[in-house]
């Protein structure tokens, strides 16, 4: 038998809720045809030329417009937009168009919706995108980037949202953990 039997749906994601991560809203599209959903699913990639990795369940009805329009925003989010982070994720019902609706928008090089206020906006051009199951995995270029200072990120962890304070000890990080 292998691995992957022995490991049920439920269980993956009991273990994935002890992965704390950044909540960010990917939004994409414009005019009525403008939508987006959350996502933890957001990585640095590379630096040398500046690109991000974002997954997205290929069944979302974000990925047509996203796979149409070739460009899409990272709006990582602030600890005071847990709202916009419910509403993207369809907590209030919310659907395309209407998420937008409780925040201020506006956009950068891409066209893509950028959240007034977030903590940092990676606006991106997808380069690929690679099909895994039932996800795809997105490489973005990044082509400008915002950044708000003075408020910490809002983070998702055992199942919930948290807030990481802004004001964080910089000595601890430093210090090399001792074994």
Request: hydrophobic share 40%; aromatic share 8%.
């Amino acid at each position: 038998m292998s691995a992957e039997a022995l490991i049920s749906e439920a269980d993956f994601k009991l273990s994935m809720r002890h992965l704390a991560g950044a909540v960010s809203v990917i939004t994409v599209g414009d005019g009525q045809d403008r939508t987006g959903f959350t996502a933890t699913s957001v990585s640095s990639f590379s630096a040398e030329v500046p690109s991000v990795i974002v997954s997205v369940n290929r069944a979302s009805s974000s990925w047509p417009v996203l796979h149409r329009c070739g460009c899409f925003c990272v709006n990582v989010l602030a600890a005071d937009q847990q709202q916009v982070a419910q509403s993207f994720a369809g907590f209030d019902g919310r659907k395309g168009i209407e998420r937008f609706g409780n925040a201020e928008w506006y956009r950068l090089r891409t066209g893509a919706a950028v959240l007034e206020n977030a903590l940092t906006v990676l606006d991106c051009k997808l380069e690929t995108a690679f099909h895994h199951h039932s996800h795809a995995i997105l490489i973005g270029h990044i082509c400008a980037i915002q950044v708000r200072q003075g408020i910490g990120p809002l983070i998702y962890w055992g199942g919930g949202y948290r807030e990481l304070p802004v004001e964080v000890d910089h000595h601890v990080l430093a210090e090399p953990l001792r074994q």
